[in-house]
């Protein structure tokens, strides 16, 4: 038993070593529809990374993505790239202190709503201080930075994401948020810091979605606060992460990929009804998979993953 | 038999040649892929329906009924491949991705907005697909310009519209006909700042007092602060650089609380026709960007033509820069006789064109339409250019805006 | 200056707090987090302006067809739609992932309705856009209205709530679902009833508004979210707390935008809903959770 770690690990990394090889085998296009789905697997595995456990649904998402955006807008023509991506991480970890700490006490929709609140809050003080201080709204980020180099960068913070979730999954940390998930109140009487363990989980889970807002910025030549943080981007994350089913680590990616392929074919073939079709499909699937797509997956699979989880139960309570 | 051999043979050389014959004619029906990604929804999508999609229908409509492009010796039909970039930079740098890679069209049509052209622009270049944008105003165009050298602005720098105004009021004072004092109100966009950043190094340039110089967040509902505010500044000329929502706001506010400057200047959309419509005859006076020359038979006749094929007049501004790019795009092809894009886009540096702009050419570094009306004023029912004043067909100003009429 | 900013705030607010109030219906008793929700006031929009545009309906009277509709049109999708998500929703957590997802694809049901029959144009027309003089200052009539509907809406909801036996079971389901059965409530027609007339107070906001504000397909999303700010702020099915939320906020963007910033107003309007919530986390009239 103790080998499984090792081989779930070199089967990840295999997996991601296969994916770096994708821009040799697909046209400008394809590559776009790449990094699509690696920039929402982030973001709907991040999320999931937080929000799965606790059951804590945040909109805050842009607000991280558009800080990380915001600083290469800001400091990406001044300083070297590895850098930026260092400030952008920082103050992502910040913000996600600062947004933790002040939201402990919310619970259920009222999170929900503050996390968007605050999201709209940040936008209008970015947008305040360009005004005042910088007196332009919209930065140019001519920085030449291609397609490969985006997706193969999105990959690498992907692979990292997975493994941390991998990680955290086995460790302490893990089985405590899945207790605090359970019932918070039992978390606290059998001796967990509550705070301390939320808290972290929602700065690691806020690092990775701003790396990806630095790295997606440079895609888009103009960075304005409106497209920085966009609430459309929270939104749609949470969708996908929710309808691929947050309990397993890699359930946002059967979201994900599904869900961007699907926007993009309706689009293609729709581009005038595309919002009916959508919705109605959107529809259909809330009614058709109760559980989201791994539910349905695992319910498939039927008895036999009901006996693992089971057994994955009991090894929890026995540690 | 052998008669019987000639006729076979007859009628299969007939067949032959019918092949042949239809063979060629499927060839000259050759299609020409034109492909665009506008906001058809989304925050963007008010913009796009009032400007870009209209002229791109009509544009294609006409071109079609009338037999084709003219491309060589060929006549080809314009065949369209569309998406709905839903107002998202990263979905519009998709789409016209596919747009280049799967669906390999001839040429693109550009987005609505600023921040989605800057966002495709390193697409068109990367593919060598000439960028004519008609809806993006930008300070950064002549920088643009040489960094994408097939891009082209025909919106121009928000710092000309700002400055074209400030012109018109430098003459106003020189007649003694205002006074100092001028009131500015701005929306927190790029667009906004960037007008109000230009006109108020001008305003200040030529000492004008700047009694009022605010802006406000997009999404700004209650506009009546502002108004109220201004109106007790009491100012001889009143500027927002506003967004159409707002536009229509300030507008209803100033009417309410009657307030009625010498000079009463709104951004976008005061030269939508919804505005004509929604405030009739107390549209008369009101000032803003752009503008026409009514008694240009061009504009007279796309203007008739634009209704009688989508169902509604065309805005009087960004509308006929995207329409005169779309005939400079038209004849381009037509001139270049060949699809080739190096080749069009040559043709596009460095030829002139006849358009409802009149003739225009991108002959120069800046890539942009020189001599395009800046600031206009509705007169009679009609809005009507009036800076640069040298610009054949400029009219003139209607001083002081009458008084708003009793609702 | 001062009264021309507490009307301004008080009307703006009267807006807020009438969209706010369907909502909060919706959500505290019927336990539907509606995202489609600013699309039907949108939708009640387009309908005044058809009625207007086309026969010249006034749009309060086009409100007596409009606030109906509305009504009939919530309880059929409550009916048709929710409710299989209701009866299958294992606990209150799932019924809300379920209700988010489901009236998400709504809400993109409706715009897309929108836009195919009405485009993506901005809409506008003035009605009762006439000049009224109070203490002293002007103040556009229509503005007034929509502050005197949204009070009357108030009070008439406090005392169908408070004094009608609907009413009491109304918030014993908005307390209890499962107490409420209990007692003899049905629960599932009183939250029906509650979405409906929660449409049916969206319809009237929206006819309302349209007589003031420029609206097109896609601004829908834009009313939903200040609508949850309101209804948040003000405590999850408190009707009375919507109204003094959404006043707050209507004189909090009036006063800063006129004594401090324009520019600032949306800003306030949030950081004083995130410091309600810091101190009070169930909000200004929420009963405490648990």
Same mark, same amino acid.
């Given at each position: 038993?103790?080998?499984?770690?090792?081989?779930?690990?070199?089967?990840?990394?295999?997996?991601?070593?296969?994916?770096?090889?994708?821009?040799?085998?697909?046209?400008?296009?394809?590559?776009?529809?790449?990094?699509?789905?690696?920039?929402?697997?982030?973001?709907?595995?991040?999320?999931?990374?937080?929000?799965?456990?606790?059951?804590?649904?945040?909109?805050?998402?842009?607000?991280?993505?558009?800080?990380?955006?915001?600083?290469?807008?800001?400091?990406?023509?001044?300083?070297?790239?590895?850098?930026?991506?260092? *400030?952008?991480?920082?103050?992502?970890?910040?913000?996600?202190?600062?947004?933790?700490?002040?939201?402990? +006490?919310?619970?259920?929709?009222?999170?929900?709503?503050?996390?968007?609140?605050?999201?709209?809050?940040?936008?209008?003080?970015?947008?305040?201080?360009?005004?005042?201080?910088?007196?332009?709204?919209?930065?140019?980020?001519?920085?030449?930075?291609?397609?490969?180099?985006?997706?193969?960068?999105?990959?690498?913070?992907?692979?990292?994401?997975?493994?941390?979730?991998?990680?955290? &999954?086995?460790?302490?940390?893990?089985?405590?948020?899945?207790?605090? &998930?359970?019932?918070?109140?039992?978390?606290?009487?059998?001796?967990?810091?509550?705070?301390?363990?939320?808290?972290?989980?929602?700065?690691?889970?806020?690092?990775?979605?701003?790396?990806?807002?630095?790295?997606?910025?440079?895609?888009?030549?103009?960075?304005?606060?409106?497209?920085?943080?966009?609430?459309?981007?929270?939104?749609?994350?949470?969708?996908m992460?929710?309808?691929?089913?947050?309990?397993?680590?890699?359930?946002?990616?059967?979201? *994900?990929?599904?869900?961007?392929?699907?926007?993009?074919?309706?689009?293609?073939?729709?581009?005038?009804?595309?919002?009916?079709?959508?919705?109605?499909?959107?529809?259909?699937?809330?009614?058709?998979?109760?559980?989201?797509?791994?539910?349905?997956?695992?319910?498939?699979r039927?008895? +036999?993953?009901?006996k693992?989880?089971?057994?994955?139960?009991?090894?929890e309570?026995?540690? | 038999?052998?008669?019987m051999?000639r006729?076979?043979?007859?009628?299969?050389?007939?067949?032959?040649?019918?092949?042949?014959?239809?063979?060629?004619?499927?060839?000259?029906?050759?299609?020409?892929?034109?492909?665009?990604?506008?906001?058809?929804?989304?925050?963007?999508?008010?913009?796009?329906?009032?400007?870009?999609?209209?002229?791109?229908?009509?544009?294609?409509?006409?071109?079609?009924?009338?037999?084709?492009?003219?491309?060589?010796?060929?006549?080809?039909?314009?065949?369209?491949?569309?998406?709905?970039?839903?107002?998202?930079?990263?979905?519009a740098?998709?789409?016209?991705?596919?747009?280049?890679?799967?669906?390999?069209?001839?040429?693109?049509?550009?987005?609505?907005?600023?921040?989605?052209?800057?966002?495709?622009?390193?697409?068109?270049?990367?593919?060598?697909?000439?960028?004519?944008?008609g809806?993006?105003?930008?300070?950064?165009?002549?920088?643009?310009?040489?960094?994408?050298?097939?891009?082209?602005?025909?919106l121009?720098?928000g710092?000309?519209?700002?400055?074209?105004?400030?012109?018109?009021?430098?003459?106003?004072?020189?007649?003694?006909?205002?006074?100092?004092?001028?009131?500015?109100?701005?929306?927190?966009?790029?667009?906004?700042?960037?007008?109000?950043?230009?006109?108020r190094?001008?305003?200040?340039?030529?000492?004008?007092?700047?009694?009022?110089?605010?802006?406000?967040?997009?999404?700004?509902?209650?506009?009546?602060?502002i108004?109220?505010?201004v109106?007790?500044?009491?100012?001889? @000329?009143?500027?927002?650089?506003?967004?159409?929502?707002d536009t229509?706001?300030?507008?209803?506010?100033?009417? @309410?609380?009657?307030?009625?400057?010498?000079?009463?200047?709104?951004?976008?959309?005061?030269?939508?026709?919804?505005?004509?419509?929604?405030?009739?005859?107390?549209?008369?006076?009101?000032?803003?960007?752009?503008?026409?020359?009514?008694?240009?038979?061009?504009?007279?006749?796309?203007?008739?033509?634009?209704?009688?094929?989508?169902?509604?007049?065309?805005?009087?501004?960004?509308?006929?820069?995207?329409?005169?790019?779309?005939?400079?795009?038209?004849?381009?092809?037509?001139?270049?006789?060949?699809?080739?894009?190096?080749?069009?886009?040559?043709?596009?540096?460095?030829?002139?064109?006849?358009?409802?702009?009149?003739?225009?050419?991108?002959?120069?570094?800046?890539?942009?339409v020189?001599?395009?009306?800046?600031?206009?004023?509705?007169?009679?029912?009609?809005?009507?250019?009036?800076?640069?004043?040298?610009?054949?067909?400029?009219?003139?100003?209607?001083?002081?805006?009458?008084?708003?009429?009793?609702? | 200056?001062?009264?021309?900013?507490?009307?301004?705030?008080?009307?703006?607010?009267?807006?807020?707090?009438?969209?706010?109030?369907?909502?909060?219906?919706?959500?505290?008793?019927?336990?539907?987090?509606?995202?489609?929700?600013?699309?039907?006031?949108?939708?009640?929009?387009?309908?005044?302006?058809?009625?207007?545009?086309?026969?010249?309906?006034?749009?309060?009277?086009?409100?007596?067809?409009?606030?109906?509709?509305?009504?009939?049109?919530?309880?059929?999708?409550?009916?048709?739609?929710?409710?299989?998500?209701?009866?299958?929703?294992?606990?209150?957590?799932?019924?809300?992932?379920?209700?988010?997802?489901?009236?998400?694809?709504?809400?993109?049901?409706?715009?897309?309705?929108?836009?195919?029959?009405?485009?993506?144009?901005?809409?506008?027309?003035?009605?009762?856009?006439?000049?009224?003089?109070?203490?002293?200052?002007?103040?556009?009539?229509?503005?007034?209205?929509?502050?005197?509907?949204?009070?009357?809406?108030?009070?008439?909801?406090?005392?169908?709530?408070?004094?009608?036996?609907?009413?009491?079971?109304?918030?014993?389901?908005?307390?209890?679902?499962?107490?409420?059965?209990?007692?003899?409530?049905?629960?599932r027609?009183?939250?029906?009833?509650?979405?409906?007339?929660?449409?049916?107070?969206?319809?009237t906001?929206?006819?309302?508004?349209?007589?003031?504000?420029t609206?097109?397909?896609?601004?829908?999303?834009?009313f939903?979210?200040?609508?949850?700010?309101?209804?948040?702020?003000?405590?999850?099915?408190?009707?009375?707390?919507?109204?003094?939320?959404?006043?707050?906020?209507?004189?909090?963007?009036?006063?800063?935008?006129?004594?401090?910033?324009?520019?600032?107003?949306?800003?306030?309007?949030?950081?004083?809903?995130?410091?309600?919530?810091?101190?009070?986390?169930?909000?200004?009239?929420?009963?405490?959770?648990?």
């Amino acid at each position: 038993m103790t080998d499984r770690p090792v081989i779930a690990i070199g089967l990840g990394a295999l997996v991601f070593a296969a994916l770096a090889f994708v821009p040799y085998m697909v046209d400008g296009y394809g590559m776009s529809l790449a990094i699509a789905i690696a920039n929402y697997t982030i973001l709907a595995t991040a999320w999931a990374l937080f929000s799965g456990p606790t059951r804590y649904i945040s909109l805050a998402t842009v607000a991280f993505f558009g800080v990380g955006a915001y600083t290469v807008a800001v400091l990406g023509e001044v300083l070297p790239w590895p850098v930026v991506m260092l *400030v952008a991480a920082i103050n992502g970890c910040l913000l996600a202190l600062l947004v933790g700490l002040s939201t402990l +006490r919310l619970a259920g929709i009222y999170f929900v709503i503050f996390t968007f609140g605050l999201t709209e809050l940040i936008r209008q003080v970015v947008t305040w201080y360009e005004v005042k201080v910088t007196s332009t709204v919209g930065r140019y980020v001519f920085l030449d930075i291609d397609q490969q180099a985006i997706y193969w960068q999105l990959l690498g913070v992907a692979a990292l994401l997975f493994l941390s979730g991998y990680l955290i &999954g086995r460790s302490r940390l893990g089985f405590a948020l899945r207790v605090i &998930g359970g019932d918070e109140m039992v978390a606290r009487h059998v001796g967990i810091d509550t705070t301390r363990a939320k808290l972290l989980l929602f700065v690691l889970s806020a690092l990775f979605m701003t790396l990806t807002g630095a790295i997606m910025a440079p895609r888009w030549t103009y960075i304005d606060p409106a497209i920085a943080f966009n609430p459309q981007v929270s939104f749609q994350t949470v969708i996908m992460a929710l309808l691929g089913g947050v309990q397993r680590l890699w359930g946002p990616l059967l979201g *994900v990929i599904p869900l961007t392929l699907l926007f993009d074919w309706l689009n293609a073939h729709f581009p005038n009804h595309y919002l009916l079709i959508l919705g109605i499909v959107f529809m259909l699937i809330v009614y058709l998979l109760p559980q989201g797509v791994a539910g349905a997956l695992a319910r498939l699979r039927g008895l +036999r993953s009901r006996k693992e989880r089971a057994s994955a139960a009991m090894k929890e309570a026995r540690q | 038999m052998r008669q019987m051999l000639r006729k076979h043979l007859g009628s299969m050389i007939c067949a032959a040649s019918l092949a042949a014959f239809s063979l060629s004619a499927a060839y000259a029906q050759d299609a020409v892929r034109i492909g665009y990604a506008v906001s058809k929804t989304g925050a963007n999508a008010g913009g796009a329906t009032t400007t870009t999609i209209p002229n791109y229908e009509l544009w294609v409509k006409e071109i079609n009924d009338a037999g084709g492009l003219k491309v060589g010796d060929r006549q080809m039909t314009i065949e369209v491949v569309e998406y709905d970039d839903r107002s998202s930079s990263e979905e519009a740098v998709r789409s016209v991705e596919r747009l280049a890679t799967q669906d390999k069209v001839d040429f693109i049509l550009t987005p609505w907005g600023t921040a989605n052209n800057l966002a495709v622009g390193p697409i068109f270049d990367k593919y060598g697909y000439p960028q004519i944008a008609g809806t993006s105003v930008t300070d950064m165009a002549p920088k643009l310009a040489a960094r994408w050298p097939n891009s082209y602005w025909l919106l121009g720098t928000g710092g000309s519209y700002a400055e074209g105004l400030v012109d018109l009021l430098v003459k106003l004072r020189e007649e003694g006909r205002i006074g100092d004092s001028v009131a500015m109100a701005s929306i927190a966009d790029g667009f906004g700042i960037e007008l109000a950043k230009a006109g108020r190094t001008a305003l200040q340039g030529h000492d004008f007092k700047l009694v009022y110089d605010k802006t406000y967040p997009l999404g700004t509902q209650d506009l009546a602060p502002i108004v109220n505010e201004v109106k007790a500044l009491n100012p001889d @000329v009143f500027i927002a650089f506003s967004y159409p929502p707002d536009t229509l706001g300030l507008t209803d506010q100033a009417r @309410v609380l009657n307030f009625n400057p010498k000079l009463f200047y709104t951004g976008v959309a005061t030269a939508f026709p919804l505005y004509k419509d929604k405030f009739g005859a107390a549209a008369e006076g009101v000032v803003s960007l752009g503008g026409i020359d009514p008694n240009d038979e061009k504009v007279r006749a796309y203007i008739a033509r634009h209704k009688e094929v989508v169902g509604k007049e065309p805005d009087r501004w960004a509308s006929f820069m995207t329409y005169a790019g779309l005939q400079a795009l038209q004849q381009a092809i037509e001139k270049a006789g060949t699809l080739d894009k190096e080749k069009v886009n040559e043709v596009l540096r460095t030829g002139t064109f006849d358009t409802v702009l009149g003739q225009i050419s991108f002959d120069n570094k800046s890539r942009q339409v020189p001599n395009i009306f800046t600031v206009g004023q509705w007169q009679d029912g009609e809005f009507v250019g009036l800076e640069p004043a040298d610009h054949p067909g400029a009219g003139k100003l209607v001083f002081p805006k009458p008084a708003w009429p009793a609702q | 200056m001062l009264t021309n900013a507490i009307l301004s705030g008080l009307t703006m607010g009267g807006t807020y707090a009438l969209v706010a109030m369907g909502l909060t219906l919706q959500y505290g008793v019927s336990r539907i987090m509606n995202l489609a929700y600013g699309e039907f006031v949108i939708a009640a929009c387009f309908a005044a302006l058809v009625l207007f545009a086309s026969a010249g309906i006034s749009p309060l009277v086009a409100l007596l067809v409009v606030a109906p509709a509305g009504f009939l049109l919530s309880w059929a999708i409550y009916r048709l739609l929710l409710m299989p998500l209701v009866r299958r929703a294992p606990s209150r957590g799932a019924l809300e992932v379920d209700s988010i997802l489901a009236t998400f694809g709504m809400l993109f049901i409706v715009q897309g309705i929108m836009l195919a029959l009405f485009g993506g144009d901005y809409s506008s027309y003035s009605y009762y856009n006439t000049p009224v003089d109070l203490f002293g200052t002007t103040i556009a009539a229509n503005r007034l209205i929509v502050l005197a509907v949204a009070l009357a809406v108030a009070l008439a909801a406090w005392a169908f709530l408070m004094h009608t036996r609907s009413g009491t079971a109304m918030r014993a389901v908005a307390v209890d679902p499962v107490a409420a059965g209990l007692v003899a409530i049905d629960v599932r027609r009183v939250a029906a009833a509650a979405f409906a007339l929660g449409g049916a107070i969206a319809a009237t906001g929206g006819v309302l508004i349209s007589m003031f504000l420029t609206f097109n397909a896609n601004i829908g999303v834009v009313f939903t979210m200040k609508a949850l700010i309101v209804v948040i702020m003000g405590g999850v099915g408190n009707v009375v707390g919507a109204l003094v939320a959404g006043l707050i906020l209507g004189l909090a963007e009036s006063f800063v935008a006129t004594f401090v910033d324009p520019g600032l107003t949306i800003a306030v309007t949030y950081a004083i809903f995130l410091a309600v919530l810091i101190v009070r986390p169930q909000g200004l009239f929420g009963a405490r959770a648990r």
